[in-house]
Nanobody, 115 residues
Framework: QVQLVESGGGLVQPGGSLRLSCAAS???????IGWYRQAPGDQREWVAG???????DYATSVKGRFAIARDNAKNTVYLQMNSLKPEDSAVYYC??????????WGQGTQVSVSS
């Protein structure tokens, strides 16, 4: 069973940038991997995804500001977040997307955007 560990979150001012990492305990080469986020009181929402064939998809709210990438040799998926807004504040998670199957959810990494 693949385990996922998210990292790279922190406190940043509006307009700032962060790069999140999602490290998997095993090969994720064959999987479509996405980033999700959950703000307090809200449902978890999908943010961005990268398919096994490297095609990327983004939620409308982050398109043009976020970029997802993968390094299969390192079993890692990244999320570069630029032009951050207060509404981007949330706990960010990674997991499969497109399919209904999910690996066990990791602890997530907190992103806080505030002046």
């Amino acid at each position: 069973q693949v385990q996922l560990v998210e990292s790279g979150g922190g406190l940043v001012q509006p307009g700032g940038s962060l790069r999140l990492s999602c490290a998997a305990s095993g090969s994720i080469r064959a999987y479509n991997i996405g980033w999700y986020r959950q703000a307090p009181g809200d449902q978890r929402e999908w943010v961005a995804g990268i398919r096994a064939n490297t095609v990327t998809d983004y939620a409308t709210s982050v398109k043009g500001r976020f970029a997802i990438a993968r390094d299969n040799a390192k079993n890692t998926v990244y999320l570069q977040m630029n032009s951050l807004k207060p509404e981007d504040s949330a706990v960010y998670y990674c997991n499969q997307f497109i399919t209904s199957f999910r690996f066990p959810w990791g602890q997530g990494t907190q992103v806080s955007v505030s002046s």
